[in-house]
DNA sequence: GGAATCACG
DNA sequence: ACGTACGTGATTCCG
């Protein structure tokens, strides 16, 4: 069986109106070397990019109007009369629309005397005589009359990148009549924006009953004379002949007489040349940088990219491609994101020129592989040395000498710029020779090993050459950025000792937590039948709509919140309504018991390894001012602020008798930061003088001499403001979150900011850095841009005036622990000890240890992490430990 | 695949 | 007037 053949037909010149509006705000940012206004060919460009990806068309066109007289203004002289001439800045666009649009292999089309609409129509029913599928896109919801079995329409919505489609179904469900019905209702209502009228008195109200009782106007006049006699019958009767016209106006012409046909219109995909030198006219760098040969071309290349020649490592090759002392470039490939599970596939090593490769994991297992591994003076180049390590590891390799990483480094230069992806990354800095792991391997479940060997290593060649390629310049600009040591002596060690926590992971009482998972299942079951007897039928409580409707329709509870999709039934909605009914409670516990059990029980469960442990994953290159994330599983968010859910930590215990969990954690870490860089010296008195710093702020916020006069009430909001002012304070934030007036909150801050005015200058003194330089930093120089501060959209730019003052706070806390985790490292070994760094939560460190050890770890650990940093107030570290992570606090 | 919810610092 | 706290990840439902 042969698939049907996909045909794609754009209405160019609605899509380009949508475009340039959606963009308008942004219209002088988005201007060409030669002075072109460029933004709704830009985002003309990203719809492209995701209806080419969706449909895949095997034929594609995009239909212009002609100009103003069309047969239908022969009809109708005033028809689209009185519109607003289009703005030079858009239509300077449209011829460089067209290029584009050929550069893409998209037929760009326009013919006299008709509009794109027409185009559009007649070549749709050609396809649909022919059983095509159609994909009709256009920002212009009347062109919806093509639905049909075969023909879609899909509408821009909310600027043109968010895309609705219409079947007929969907047209019948949303505008409650046929495709077929639509230019009854225009005949009937008219088209303000096309300028023509309708029936006097009718609107779409009025037009929808209408048809839904005549079905259509010509049928609707056959019947006018039965009306009973109204107002609305005397317009219909004096207005037909405009309701018939209206109708012909809105009808698309179905049989227009182009000068083409389908056969004249095959897509044929980008040209990737004239593409990149259209690109490069415009200034458009991420579509050039988006740009790659397709998966599956012959290797044809047009970007003085060459294919790198390589060899198939064997037994008598090994010596020849260890040989070289220059550094090399070094790279174990799984498809899988999960490295200490993912099957190994193979790997590359060499330099410039001498690019060796394998798909033989074994041979990462021989003696020469592991003396050339351990050798610290091999340097290596790599992309993800964390990877590398743990992969070299499960071969019983151990990875030394690494020099360079590719993946820290571009991180470290733009932690917006978080891909994982080689070529991507390649790709963002200019190097276009190296495809993208999805377009070689496929994503999801089509992932897989390409059937020609010669693909896989073809790819792997380009990866190191790309690595090679890419240092020297990187590096530089980490320089530029004065990052180099940032990379150098913090993140390219620390990889390593996360490796190492990684590979070390941390043993999990398996039935321990099976037995907490059997008293849980009774609880729910227990909870689920009083909610059903007190709702007084059964549902599904995990589903917020499903309770929304229980809660708020059936029993009339007041809404409280709404979200996007319906009614908020989060905590703190359910937390106000608690007085109306038992259920409530039941609800909350349920809702607690239930996360406890499918993520903390089940979900842990599924990730412990046949050596009884899990073994996290630490993210060193997502986020956005520098701290770590955990994945697979995540072992930072374990419950501990609630009883029941910290239960969980007694399931995590040492790895053997004899030996206890050892916790110590930095106290106030981000205020301490705050109080040093901002150099306010109420604030840093108070550290230095070792006062509970939430008491202290309370006495100077509500004016109090004496540290007794402080009611637990002021405390715990003092703490909030403090809080608040890390995370870049809002009065209305505040507000919410201690459950004051605003008002209220704006006097807090105001009474905060004279005590401490300091901080105040702090706050201002970052935004301002962000308006100037564009980014913020930390201590160490980490780098995060914020685009949104020069923003014309108040919460764009709001967001990122918090985001100013709250990354080097954030930041600047989590650079002093990794430097803390990699002295502790080096402590551990130096002082000979079992002891071993397990987990980081950001500001806490997790060891597992013998007995024995925990007199000296109550003393080493402490010292490396206060010591860490010197700041102008000191760091104060708090350590606990017991048999499981449960004692351990 | 997005939204809602809730776990952590 | 605008409409919010900062940074994450996993699970579930549902279109």
């Given at each position: 069986?042969?698939?049907?053949?996909?045909?794609?037909?754009?209405?160019?010149?609605?899509?380009?109106f949508?475009?340039?509006?959606?963009?308008?705000?942004?219209?002088?940012?988005?201007?060409?070397?030669?002075?072109?206004?460029?933004?709704?060919?830009?985002?003309?460009?990203?719809?492209?990019?995701?209806?080419?990806?969706?449909?895949?068309?095997?034929?594609?066109?995009?239909?212009?109007?002609?100009?103003?007289?069309?047969?239908?203004t022969?009809?109708?002289?005033?028809?689209?009369?009185?519109?607003?001439?289009?703005?030079?800045?858009?239509?300077e666009?449209?011829?460089?629309?067209?290029?584009?649009?050929?550069?893409?292999?998209?037929?760009?089309?326009?013919?006299?005397?008709?509009?794109?609409?027409?185009?559009?129509?007649?070549?749709?029913?050609?396809?649909?005589?022919?059983?095509?599928?159609?994909?009709?896109?256009?920002?212009?919801?009347?062109?919806t009359?093509?639905?049909?079995?075969h023909?879609?329409?899909?509408?821009?919505?909310?600027?043109?990148?968010?895309?609705?489609?219409?079947?007929?179904?969907?047209?019948?469900?949303?505008?409650?009549?046929?495709?077929?019905?639509?230019?009854?209702?225009?005949?009937?209502?008219?088209?303000?924006?096309?300028?023509?009228p309708?029936?006097?008195?009718?609107?779409?109200?009025?037009?929808?009953?209408?048809?839904?009782?005549?079905?259509?106007?010509?049928?609707?006049?056959?019947?006018?004379?039965?009306?009973?006699?109204?107002?609305?019958?005397?317009?219909?009767?004096e207005?037909?002949?405009?309701?018939?016209?209206?109708?012909k106006?809105?009808t698309?012409?179905?049989?227009?007489?182009?000068?083409?046909?389908?056969?004249?219109?095959?897509?044929?995909?980008?040209?990737?040349?004239?593409?990149?030198?259209?690109?490069?006219?415009?200034?458009?760098?991420?579509?050039?940088?988006?740009?790659?040969?397709?998966?599956?071309?012959?290797?044809?290349?047009?970007?003085?990219?060459?294919?790198?020649?390589?060899?198939?490592?064997?037994?008598?090759?090994?010596?020849?491609?260890?040989?070289?002392?220059?550094?090399?470039?070094?790279?174990?490939?799984?498809?899988?994101?999960?490295?200490?599970?993912?099957?190994?596939?193979?790997?590359?090593?060499?330099?410039?020129?001498?690019?060796?490769?394998?798909?033989?994991?074994?041979?990462?297992?021989?003696?020469?592989?592991?003396?050339?591994?351990?050798?610290?003076?091999?340097?290596?180049?790599?992309?993800?040395?964390?990877?590398?390590?743990?992969?070299?590891?499960?071969?019983?390799?151990?990875l030394?000498?690494?020099?360079?990483?590719?993946?820290?480094?571009?991180?470290?230069?733009?932690?917006?710029?978080?891909?994982?992806?080689?070529?991507?990354?390649?790709?963002?800095?200019?190097?276009?020779?190296?495809?993208?792991?999805?377009?070689?391997?496929?994503?999801?479940?089509?992932?897989?090993?390409p059937?020609?060997?010669?693909?896989?290593?073809?790819?792997?060649?380009?990866?190191?050459?790309?690595?090679?390629?890419?240092?020297?310049?990187?590096?530089?600009?980490?320089?530029?950025?004065?990052?180099?040591?940032?990379?150098?002596?913090?993140?390219?060690?620390?990889?390593?000792?996360?490796?190492?926590?990684?590979?070390?992971?941390?043993?999990?009482?398996?039935?321990?937590?099976?037995?907490?998972?059997?008293?849980?299942?009774?609880?729910?079951?227990?909870?689920?039948?009083?909610?059903?007897?007190?709702?007084?039928?059964?549902?599904?409580?995990?589903?917020?709509?499903?309770?929304?409707?229980?809660?708020?329709?059936?029993?009339?509870?007041?809404?409280?919140?709404?979200?996007?999709?319906?009614?908020?039934?989060?905590?703190?909605?359910?937390?106000?309504?608690?007085?109306?009914?038992?259920?409530?409670?039941?609800?909350?516990?349920?809702?607690?018991?239930?996360?406890?059990?499918?993520?903390?029980?089940?979900?842990l469960?599924?990730?412990?390894?046949?050596?009884?442990?899990?073994?996290?994953?630490?993210?060193?290159?997502?986020?956005?001012?520098?701290?770590?994330?955990?994945?697979?599983?995540?072992?930072?968010?374990?419950?501990?602020?609630?009883?029941?859910?910290?239960?969980?930590?007694?399931?995590?215990?040492?790895?053997?008798?004899?030996?206890?969990?050892?916790s110590?954690?930095?106290?106030?870490?981000?205020?301490?930061?705050?109080?040093?860089?901002?150099?306010?010296?109420?604030?840093?008195?108070?550290?230095?003088?070792?006062?509970?710093?939430?008491?202290?702020?309370?006495?100077?916020?509500?004016?109090?001499?004496?540290?007794?006069?402080v009611?637990?009430?002021?405390?715990?909001?003092?703490?909030?403001?403090?809080?608040?002012?890390?995370?870049?304070?809002?009065?209305y934030?505040?507000?919410q979150?201690?459950g004051?007036?605003?008002?209220?909150?704006?006097?807090?801050?105001?009474?905060?900011?004279?005590?401490?005015?300091?901080?105040?200058?702090?706050?201002?003194?970052?935004?301002?850095?962000?308006?100037?330089?564009?980014?913020?930093?930390?201590?160490?120089?980490?780098?995060?841009?914020?685009?949104?501060?020069?923003?014309?959209?108040?919460?764009?730019?709001?967001?990122?005036?918090?985001?100013?003052?709250?990354?080097?706070?954030?930041?600047?806390?989590?650079?002093?622990?990794?430097?803390?985790?990699?002295?502790?490292?080096?402590?551990?070994?130096?002082?000979?000890?079992?002891?071993?760094?397990?987990?980081?939560?950001?500001?806490?460190?997790?060891?597992?240890?013998?007995?024995?050890?925990?007199?000296?770890?109550?003393?080493?650990?402490?010292?490396?992490?206060?010591?860490?940093?010197?700041?102008?107030v000191?760091?104060?570290?708090?350590?606990?430990?017991?048999?499981?992570?449960?004692?351990?606090?």
């Amino acid at each position: 069986m042969t698939q049907s053949k996909k045909l794609l037909l754009i209405d160019g010149n609605s899509v380009a109106f949508r475009a340039f509006f959606a963009m308008h705000q942004q219209l002088e940012s988005f201007v060409s070397p030669d002075g072109l206004h460029t933004n709704a060919i830009y985002a003309f460009n990203n719809m492209l990019d995701i209806i080419l990806k969706e449909v895949q068309p095997d034929y594609a066109l995009a239909a212009f109007d002609a100009g103003r007289t069309t047969f239908r203004t022969a009809q109708y002289a005033d028809y689209k009369g009185g519109r607003s001439k289009t703005p030079e800045e858009l239509s300077e666009q449209f011829p460089y629309l067209q290029e584009l649009l050929k550069d893409r292999g998209i037929t760009p089309y326009q013919l006299s005397n008709y509009e794109a609409d027409d185009i559009i129509g007649t070549l749709a029913r050609e396809a649909d005589e022919q059983a095509w599928d159609t994909s009709i896109v256009t920002g212009d919801r009347d062109l919806t009359q093509l639905t049909s079995d075969h023909t879609t329409v899909v509408i821009t919505v909310k600027g043109v990148t968010q895309l609705e489609k219409y079947t007929p179904q969907h047209v019948e469900d949303k505008m409650g009549i046929k495709p077929s019905q639509i230019i009854d209702l225009k005949g009937l209502m008219g088209d303000t924006s096309d300028n023509y009228p309708g029936v006097t008195k009718v609107g779409p109200k009025t037009a929808l009953k209408l048809l839904d009782e005549y079905g259509s106007i010509e049928n609707l006049y056959d019947h006018v004379d039965e009306m009973k006699k109204s107002k609305l019958k005397e317009h219909l009767i004096e207005d037909k002949n405009q309701a018939f016209l209206s109708k012909k106006l809105a009808t698309i012409d179905r049989h227009a007489p182009l000068t083409l046909g389908l056969a004249d219109i095959p897509y044929t995909g980008d040209h990737l040349e004239e593409l990149a030198e259209f690109y490069r006219k415009l200034n458009f760098k991420s579509f050039l940088n988006k740009l790659q040969p397709a998966a599956g071309d012959d290797g044809a290349n047009p970007f003085a990219g060459q294919l790198h020649e390589y060899t198939e490592l064997t037994a008598a090759n090994l010596a020849a491609a260890l040989k070289p002392t220059a550094p090399q470039a070094f790279e174990i490939e799984m498809l899988d994101d999960n490295y200490h599970t993912s099957p190994i596939v193979g790997f590359v090593l060499g330099t410039p020129g001498h690019w060796y490769v394998s798909s033989q994991p074994e041979l990462l297992q021989t003696d020469a592989m592991h003396a050339w591994l351990a050798d610290e003076s091999r340097r290596k180049y790599v992309f993800d040395g964390k990877r590398n390590y743990v992969a070299a590891n499960r071969m019983g390799g151990h990875l030394q000498g690494l020099e360079f990483d590719l993946l820290l480094a571009s991180y470290l230069l733009d932690v917006n710029n978080n891909s994982n992806d080689l070529g991507e990354i390649a790709h963002s800095y200019g190097d276009m020779d190296v495809q993208t792991d999805a377009e070689v391997y496929g994503t999801g479940a089509h992932r897989s090993m390409p059937e020609d060997a010669n693909v896989f290593y073809q790819h792997l060649t380009q990866k190191a050459a790309a690595i090679y390629q890419l240092e020297p310049d990187l590096y530089q600009k980490l320089k530029d950025h004065e990052q180099d040591q940032l990379f150098r002596d913090m993140e390219m060690p620390l990889s390593v000792v996360l490796a190492e926590m990684e590979i070390a992971g941390i043993t999990v009482d398996a039935e321990r937590l099976k037995k907490m998972g059997a008293e849980f299942q009774q609880t729910l079951k227990v909870l689920e039948e009083k909610i059903y007897n007190e709702a007084g039928e059964k549902f599904n409580i995990n589903s917020p709509k499903q309770l929304g409707v229980i809660l708020f329709e059936k029993m009339n509870m007041p809404v409280i919140k709404k979200t996007k999709t319906g009614y908020s039934t989060s905590v703190d909605v359910l937390e106000k309504l608690k007085s109306y009914s038992p259920i409530i409670d039941d609800i909350l516990n349920y809702r607690q018991i239930a996360k406890i059990q499918s993520t903390y029980v089940e979900g842990l469960l599924k990730s412990i390894l046949p050596d009884h442990k899990v073994h996290t994953r630490y993210l060193q290159t997502l986020t956005q001012t520098g701290r770590l994330s955990s994945v697979d599983p995540n072992l930072q968010n374990i419950p501990i602020r609630l009883p029941e859910g910290r239960k969980i930590r007694q399931a995590f215990v040492p790895r053997q008798d004899g030996w206890e969990i050892f916790s110590s954690d930095y106290s106030q870490i981000e205020l301490r930061v705050l109080a040093s860089i901002s150099g306010d010296t109420n604030m840093q008195e108070a550290f230095k003088e070792g006062r509970d710093i939430h008491a202290n702020t309370a006495m100077k916020i509500f004016g109090l001499d004496d540290p007794s006069q402080v009611t637990p009430n002021m405390r715990r909001q003092a703490k909030a403001t403090n809080f608040g002012i890390v995370y870049g304070i809002s009065d209305y934030g505040l507000s919410q979150n201690i459950g004051i007036s605003r008002p209220e909150a704006k006097r807090f801050i105001a009474a905060y900011f004279e005590q401490y005015p300091q901080v105040k200058e702090y706050t201002e003194k970052s935004v301002q850095i962000a308006r100037e330089q564009g980014y913020v930093e930390t201590l160490f120089h980490r780098r995060r841009y914020l685009p949104g501060i020069h923003s014309k959209n108040f919460n764009v730019r709001s967001f990122a005036e918090r985001t100013a003052m709250n990354t080097p706070i954030q930041g600047s806390a989590a650079d002093i622990i990794k430097v803390a985790m990699i002295n502790m490292q080096q402590a551990l070994r130096a002082e000979g000890l079992q002891a071993t760094m397990l987990l980081q939560v950001h500001d806490e460190l997790i060891f597992e240890a013998p007995s024995a050890e925990i007199e000296t770890l109550k003393k080493l650990v402490p010292k490396v992490m206060d010591s860490a940093v010197k700041l102008a107030v000191p760091l104060k570290v708090e350590s606990a430990y017991g048999p499981t992570w449960f004692a351990a606090k």
